[in-house]
């Protein structure tokens, strides 16, 4: 059955409420001007110049722009935009460079991220998801900590705004721009630490084991997520300082004061599956790096990072096998159908088999961007030969969400198939190579159409253009909007001003009438006055008059 791609059917007006934006102001994430802009009337998103697509849910899981550079690798590595991650993916990775950073002391580690990550599609055999379309989850195979995710995450698909992330010169520090529609392709998904890595790590993953289970200062998923919570430290941030340099409420990265309790223990509820029955711990089992407690002497911080583009190169996006090796995109890997259970931990107990070519069916890019690590948008293999492949098999959902974010039920990974080293000497598996199409030729010469310097120079100026354009025209809508507000002000201001003329003419003609009326009083009070004294002088005649 085919898999229908929802794509931009997914966006619609965004419903981001007064209660949502007060949160916000109150984590200090709009405290810097135009940081952030809430979408007005628009059901797709469009970015202004310099702004990218987000969600509310993601801003108060850690995201904060400028972007850590360790997520703007993994969104390149992976080939994923922001809106492909769901929020509880957003906070594994906020956890786990905050892990690294305050309880590690090191950077952000990528061997260690792929000794403990993979990631896995957001939907079924019927809905392919592009919003929220990625999960991450933890290796089956992995002890790691226990984070407690909500079931659901409701409805925040619809609270989508705009982020300020300002161009830097290495496009590498740019995450890419927004594109709706742009298709979640398996590049690297299931790529997994060498045997180098893993013994690079060790030292690490030895520390996260004693973290866990040192009796009476255990650390927990919940503990790591209410530390960078309550100090107002955007692990998902470019930051001037590692959190291991943390300096209290004055520490430059602060984006406000640190948390009272009420208000953390509301937001850790509100982004985990406690209840209010639940105790939210306000304080760590162990204490964590920072300018008070110092690292050891001679400790190491360095970390290997996940690899960016190169020279400013993002249109041809590299893909990092398992043995570290780049490699083409368009090289293509065959993997069987497994069942995923859906839970956080993504299970792996399937074996891979290769499918032929012989009697496929039907390609569709759609279904096969369920479990194919190749980009949806090719066709199927034709006539290849085989090779060998070291590639893990990828977990499927199989549940369909409805809508939001979902936490699927819990499987038995007891049994897990251990996936062979690359030294090991195990029959490998076949992998087929699509057949190359002809390139689209200019003149004479034998360079792709796509790949000519004078092409790519003309695409990204018609980006540019396009961008300018919308920019122009997000301005004219603006100075119309304000052309409208002064001829109303105007009107207003006219208004106002024949009421005061009105008011002033009112005003002169009760104060005329206040004039007469007080000379009409003083003529007729002396009128009376003189009729009195008439009138005492006659009764005064009558009496002399009737005695003598």
């Not at 780049?326 to 159908?337: H, I, Q, Y």
Request: with cysteine; aromatic share 6%; charged share 30%.
């Amino acid at each position: 059955m085919a898999t229908a791609d929802l794509g931009s059917i997914e966006w619609e007006r965004s419903k981001i409420s007064t209660q949502d934006i007060n949160l916000l102001k109150k984590l200090g994430i709009s405290k810097k001007q135009d940081s952030l802009r809430f979408p007005k009337e628009e059901s797709y998103p469009s970015p202004p110049m310099e702004y990218r697509v987000s969600f509310v849910d993601h801003l108060i899981r850690g995201l904060s722009s400028p972007i850590h550079d360790f997520l703007c690798g993994l969104l390149f590595v992976y080939g994923l935009q922001l809106h492909h991650l769901t929020p509880n993916s957003i906070l594994h990775i906020s956890i786990f460079i905050t892990l690294c950073e305050s309880f590690l002391g090191v950077q952000p580690n990528w061997a260690l991220w792929k000794l403990i990550f993979l990631l896995r599609r957001n939907g079924s055999s019927n809905v392919a998801y592009n919003i929220g379309g990625v999960v991450i989850c933890v290796r089956p195979d992995v002890e790691y900590f226990d984070v407690q995710f909500p079931d659901s995450v409701q409805g925040w698909r619809k609270k989508w705004l705009y982020i300020h992330e300002e161009n830097h010169d290495s496009v590498e520090h740019n995450i890419p721009p927004f594109d709706g529609n742009a298709k979640i392709r398996r590049r690297s998904w299931d790529a997994e630490a060498s045997d180098e890595e893993k013994a690079a790590t060790e030292a690490l993953m030895t520390r996260i084991h004693e973290l866990q289970n040192t009796r009476g200062q255990e650390l927990s998923g919940i503990q790591i997520t209410a530390y960078f919570l309550r100090i107002r430290v955007q692990p998902l941030q470019a930051r001037k300082k590692p959190l291991w340099m943390y300096a209290g409420d004055d520490d430059v990265d602060c984006l406000s004061i640190d948390l009272p309790v009420k208000d953390l223990e509301k937001l850790v509820r509100k982004i985990s599956s406690l209840s209010k029955k639940d105790t939210i711990p306000s304080s760590c089992g162990v204490t964590p790096y920072s300018s008070t407690n110092a690292l050891p002497q001679n400790h190491k911080t360095a970390s290997p990072v996940p690899p960016l583009p190169e020279g400013g190169e993002v249109e041809e996006w590299v893909v990092v096998t398992d043995d570290n090796q780049a490699a083409s995109p368009r090289n293509k890997r065959k993997r069987g159908k497994v069942v995923d259970s859906g839970t956080s931990k993504a299970g792996a107990s399937h074996a891979e088999e290769v499918i032929p070519n012989a009697g496929r069916k039907t390609f569709n890019p759609y279904e096969d961007a369920l479990v194919s690590s190749g980009d949806e948008d090719e066709d199927p293999p034709i006539d290849a030969t085989a090779r060998t492949s070291m590639s893990r098999t990828l977990v499927v959902s199989e549940a369909q969400p409805d809508g939001d974010e979902t936490s699927p039920p819990q499987q038995d990974t007891e049994h897990p198939t251990l996936v062979a080293s690359p030294r090991d000497s195990s029959p490998k598996r076949a992998r087929v190579d699509p057949a190359k199409e002809p390139a689209m030729l200019i003149g004479c010469s034998m360079t792709p159409l796509m790949e000519e310097p004078l092409m790519k120079e003309f695409i990204r100026l018609g980006t540019q253009f396009i961008g300018y354009r919308d920019y122009a025209a997000k301005l004219e809508e603006t100075l119309a909007e304000s052309n409208k507000c002064a001829d109303a002000l105007a009107i207003k201001l006219e208004q106002s001003d024949k009421a005061r003329k009105k008011a002033e003419a009112d005003a002169a003609t009760v104060e005329d009438l206040r004039k007469r009326l007080h000379e009409t009083d003083a003529a007729t009070v002396e009128d009376l006055r003189k009729r009195l004294h008439a009138l005492s002088k006659d009764i005064c005649v009558d009496y002399i008059t009737h005695h003598t």
